[in-house]
């Protein structure tokens, strides 16, 4: 009997062990990923657009989101590190990982009602422009669609700027 | 048996922790999270990117109510491959929305940068450059408006104000207070900004500034500095008068002496002539 229950002393303790490494392995794990939904994106040496960019990322490229900054994150992108605007996610998915995903850094941005739930008491918000727009239907909204609508594919403009001569 | 009741007591707050985590809406901690940072950053700074962009959305609506867009899918593609090569090297090289780049359908020079990086170029300034180096030199100094939010920097002081005790109200708390004193603060901005960008101009220490980023900008991407001592040069001896670019960007003795002082006249470099040749190609 004192075998017995000997034996299952340890026992416990080795599913308590497995407890606690059910609870910490997530959170060192717990690494966000996000999509890149705008192009012409850099990662930037420092978190503001006046830093030196280290390299592009693509349109639709997954990022690894290591901290949050502000509006800033910093990321893991192809071996590189470094920080991106809030604003290359806009209209992205939510962060995207084992474990649960937007716990860390609060999650992706996105254009969605939530999005706006967010912005509200901000001030000038797409509500207003929907607002100022009923107003003044002269407005060309449109054609400003339009323009923000069109992109110029990365692998275009990089031989653009290498037929050119130009700096990349 | 006597750590059965410890061994007990772990397994269920390990339990609790592992299915309180799960249960929790984390879209709504995402919320929460997101909200915080806003309001941290907020404090620094008089207005979001994203309010900047709204701005310049509703402006560049109103630029295209009375100017036709010139849809020309060449010359549209031309103009955003120049601008984003310089946007890309000025200080502030990404915006809340990217910059995006339009020719407007008039002879009349002129180019107009909205908050939050839209900017027109009319088909008469393209025309007046003479290569693409001097397109550039427009550009850049479009974007030097965008980075340095001059379009933003020209709403009142007082509107802001308002906007600040508006914005303290529980009712614009509440989405936005659409229909309220908020939307007639958007509409005042948006006056503000239209104001400054298409009829009066900026100051002159802003076009001095916007000058001296294209400089810097152009330098950067590869392109001939020189080009805007160029242009202004060209606009200075067409005598323009008082209209169109002649008002919102005009080519004063000082602005071209500064202009030279930072970018002296030097000899092309080898691939200028590809980049002449693809300009003459256009359409214009």
């Known amino acids: ?168 | 048996m006597r750590r059965q009741p410890v061994f007990c007591a772990f397994l269920a707050a390990a339990l609790a922790l592992v299915w309180g985590c799960a249960s929790l809406d984390y879209a709504s901690i995402a919320t929460i999270a997101v909200k915080t940072g806003v309001k941290a950053t907020e404090a620094a700074r008089p207005i979001s990117d994203s309010e900047e962009y709204y701005i310049g959305r509703a402006v560049a609506a109103r630029v295209l109510g009375g100017n036709r867009l010139y849809t020309d899918p060449q010359l549209t593609l031309y103009v955003n491959e120049v601008g984003q090569t310089v946007a890309r090297k000025s200080t502030r090289p990404n915006t809340y929305r990217g910059y995006h780049f339009a020719v407007l359908d008039t002879t009349e020079p002129n180019a107009f940068a909205c908050p939050g990086g839209i900017i027109f170029v009319t088909r008469g300034l393209v025309q007046m450059c003479g290569n693409e180096d001097e397109l550039a030199a427009v550009l850049a100094h479009e974007v030097g408006h965008v980075a340095n939010k001059d379009g933003i920097n020209s709403i009142s002081q007082a509107r802001w104000s308002q906007v600040a005790t508006t914005l303290g109200t529980e009712t614009a708390k509440q989405y936005g207070g659409v229909g309220g004193q908020l939307a007639t603060l958007f509409e005042g901005s948006i006056e503000d900004v239209f104001k400054t960008i298409v009829v009066n101009g900026y100051s002159r220490s802003a076009e001095e500034a916007a000058d001296a980023q294209a400089v810097t900008t152009l330098k950067a991407a590869g392109y001939d500095p020189g080009a805007l001592t160029a242009l202004l040069t060209k606009m200075q001896a067409k005598q323009g008068g008082a209209t169109g670019i002649y008002k919102t960007h005009p080519p004063t003795s000082d602005r071209l002496a500064k202009v030279k002082s930072l970018a002296p006249a030097g000899a092309p470099d080898q691939m200028e002539a590809v980049r002449s040749k693809r300009f003459q190609s256009l359409k214009l």
């Open chain 1, 1 to 168: 009997m004192k075998v017995s229950a000997r034996c299952k002393i340890p026992h416990k303790w080795l599913v308590m062990l497995a407890l606690t490494a059910l609870l910490c392995v997530p959170a060192l794990s717990w690494a966000d990923t996000m999509k890149v939904a705008q192009g012409n994106q850099s990662l930037y040496g420092d978190p503001n657009f006046s830093a030196t960019p280290i390299a592009p990322v693509p349109q639709g490229a997954e990022v690894t989101v290591v901290s949050k900054s502000g509006d800033w994150y910093k990321v893991e992108y192809k071996g590189n590190s470094g920080w991106m605007h809030r604003g290359a996610f806009a209209q992205a998915q939510a962060p995207k990982a084992g474990g649960l995903p937007g716990m860390l850094f609060g999650g992706g941005v996105k254009e969605t009602k939530s999005d706006e739930v967010a912005l509200a008491g901000k001030g000038f918000t797409p509500e207003v422009e929907a607002g100022y727009r009923q107003q003044h239907p002269e407005m060309n909204f449109a054609q400003v669609d339009q323009v923000e609508g069109f992109q110029v594919d990365a692998a275009k403009l990089q031989a653009f700027i290498k037929e050119g001569g130009l700096r990349p």
